[in-house]
């Protein structure tokens, strides 16, 4: 972008440490399976900020809580990719653990430990964190517990008083269907983003078609792009359908954390100005770059 974001980036979401297993032969049961096995830094919420601060934001801030068993590796890790860390320290849980099972096709099966990831409460927000601040970003997976919604919502009221735009991945549709959809969709209602991926889409309209989600989503959120992996990307608005925008086409090692790299090139290009569709192409770029890596942050 030739642009400078005008303002800060306020990323609320979880810390994890991810297990990254690619097994080029299918997983044989009650036995060995082959695998190259990488332990990285990783999570929904800081990996947006890290591909957030590597497309050129300039004020990234992260919101999440970590374990004391290795907070000082993540919060390391994060003021490398250029990220301002604003680290919980849980002195129960340990630090969330995710192991990603990546198979030839370069598509993960996630088996999670959250940790201490969903232990943000309401005491851990102040408004003064959105000094500065031209945009918040909310990881749904605050949305899956109890006290870290509860934060969620109040980060969000605060937000709208001050002006500032909220967007919202919704992360998981195991936990959404956990929840329920009409509990998910009353949590994160007065977002001004949703950007859930295709089976997300699906998911929370009960409509198979992608670009019909999209539609109908966007009639209750004033903005929604659909991510859509390889087939790029769906750009919705009041009810009808602006883009499908195209992914490049790319070889892909790991798919592990490229709707995260969507999210955080596309909130830059927003901060810098660019409109909607432009902005989805520059996450689909990243994306792109994204899975020609092993891990979910920017190599």
Known sequence: MTREAAGGLLVIGDVVTDIVARHRTPLAPATDTAARIATL????????????????????HLLASVGRDSEAWHREALVRSGVRP???????APTAVVISLVDRAAERTLITDSGAALSLSPADWQDARLDGIAHLHLSGYLFFAETSRRLARAAMTAARERGVPVSVDP????????????RFLSSVAGADVLVPNRTEAQLLTGLAEPAEAARKLSQDFALVVAKLGADGALVAAGGDLLAHVPAPSTEALDTTGAGDAFMGAFLTARLAGAPPVAAAVEGCRTGAEAVTAVGGRPA
């Not at 830094?41 to 990234?60: E, F, I, S």
């Not at 992360?171 to 009409?182: H, K, L, N, Q, W």
């Open 86 to 92: 604003h680290l919980r320290i849980d002195r129960e």
């Open 41 to 60: 830094p990783g999570g929904a919420g800081a990996n947006v900020a890290c591909w957030a601060a590597h497309a050129g934001a300039g004020d990234v």
């Open 171 to 182: 992360a998981s549709t195991g936990f959404i269907e956990r929840v329920g959809v009409d």
